[in-house]
């Protein structure tokens, strides 16, 4: 017998974020998710609940805790795709079906009493955030902002009746792949790009306000035609933006330009998951804020988180040349390994282009659907 409880305590909410520590206690591959971020995400506070809804549940059998998930109504997603589904996210649990299929079934007849037809995850709210369940690549750990789970999860899932929804493709960088072809490539395009009035800058950290609000409006117009994509809000951007600012590198942080106008952009983070899976269950205190600070330079790995261009001027080549000043910039500062992602897997423009410069599909994360 599996007793599911809704989440409505403090300690409720510590247990649920705390779970996944004790389920991969064994796993070299798990990287934990800070406290105070997950606490933040989960909070009615978060810009997320300004619009939309959430439910935690946690899923107990024969008196000890064995799994957690989240219920999910985007509203904005609903009202910009048109489509009446609802999400699943924060999924984990023990390798037992009695306790997956409660999990799920939780969640399908939470979604059915707010009158939606079907239900698709795992995302994390939407795929704005953290999404998909890895299907490829168990063995190494996830990069910053990736998820991770056991191998099982798929069976799982699919015996409850889910199916394929889309993949999710991440791609690998090494340092011998930056050949002389690649660069004479690269400086090629970034002539190329200048004959048509587009310039590569870096971001101003010193006009904080202004330059977001200008990647805002890249973000929201590059992926508006991208499969299961829902605009940030001006809160939920803004909120997202002050939290990446902490482990941003101006450096990887590169703006496209027309005669002055923003028409692109890409960020590129380093690797903090290489701390972070040193910071036993994701608190800083009293250690961790020590391990982050005596590690992060230490980093040797980087993820390029996301890379957007307005419609009208794809096919240019800004895509591959953003590809190439991150591979670049990573070698000046020491970096090994890089990973792309995620891609999805109908994306051939940006497949095509990674492909074109030495990166290795080396990771693939399914997100999973079902019609009520």
């Known amino acids: 017998m599996i007793d599911i409880r809704k989440v409505e305590t403090k300690n409720q909410l510590r247990y649920f974020i705390d779970f996944p520590h004790e389920m991969y206690i064994d796993d070299p591959c798990y990287v934990p998710e800070l406290f105070i971020a997950q606490k933040d995400l989960l909070s009615k506070k978060h810009p997320f609940f300004q619009h939309s809804k959430a439910d935690l549940f946690l899923a107990y059998k024969d008196g000890k805790l064995t799994g957690r998930v ?3 109504r985007n509203n904005n997603y609903i009202s910009y795709t048109g489509n009446k589904i609802g999400f699943f996210g924060f999924l984990d649990f023990i390798d037992n079906y009695s306790v997956s299929e ?68 991440a791609y690998r960088f090494i340092q ?3 050949t002389e072809r690649l660069q004479r490539v690269g400086k090629m395009l970034e002539a190329r790009l200048q004959s048509k009035g587009i310039t590569i800058r870096k971001f101003n950290t010193s006009k904080f306000s202004e330059e977001i609000e200008r990647i805002k409006k890249i973000y929201n117009s590059a992926w508006e035609k991208n499969w299961g994509f829902v605009p940030m809000t001006d809160e939920e951007f803004v909120h997202t933006a002050k939290d990446l600012k902490q482990i941003v590198d101006p450096d990887f942080l590169l703006i496209a ?64 040349f953003f590809y190439f000043k991150a591979y670049e910039e990573a070698l000046k500062k020491g970096i090994t390994i890089g990973e792309a992602s995620w ?4 994306n051939e423009i940006m497949n095509r282009a990674i492909l074109n410069i030495n990166g290795e599909p080396y990771k693939k994360y399914r997100l999973y659907s079902m019609n009520f």
Not at 123 to 139: A, K, M, Q, R, V
Request: charged share 25%.
């Open 257 to 320: 330009e027309c005669e002055g106008e923003p028409i692109g952009y890409t960020l590129t983070l380093p690797d903090f998951n290489e701390v972070l899976i040193k910071v036993k269950k994701g608190r800083l205190l009293p250690l961790g804020l020590i391990k982050i600070l005596l590690n992060k330079k230490n980093i040797k790995g980087i993820r390029i988180i996301t890379l957007g261009i307005i419609e009208q001027y794809r096919k240019l080549g800004i895509d591959a």
């Open 70 to 72: 989240a219920a999910i």
């Open 343 to 346: 891609v999805l897997e109908n």
């Open 102 to 169: 409660a999990l799920l079934m939780t969640v399908s007849n939470w979604l059915k009493d707010e009158e939606l037809t079907g239900m698709m995850g795992p995302e994390n709210y939407s795929t704005n955030d953290t999404c998909g369940t890895l299907i490829e690549g168990f063995d190494s750990p996830p990069m910053v902002m990736m998820t991770y789970n056991k191998a099982y999860y798929p069976d799982h899932l699919e015996r409850f009746g889910l199916s394929k929804a889309m993949d999710l493709i």
């Open 176 to 178: 011998s792949g930056f």
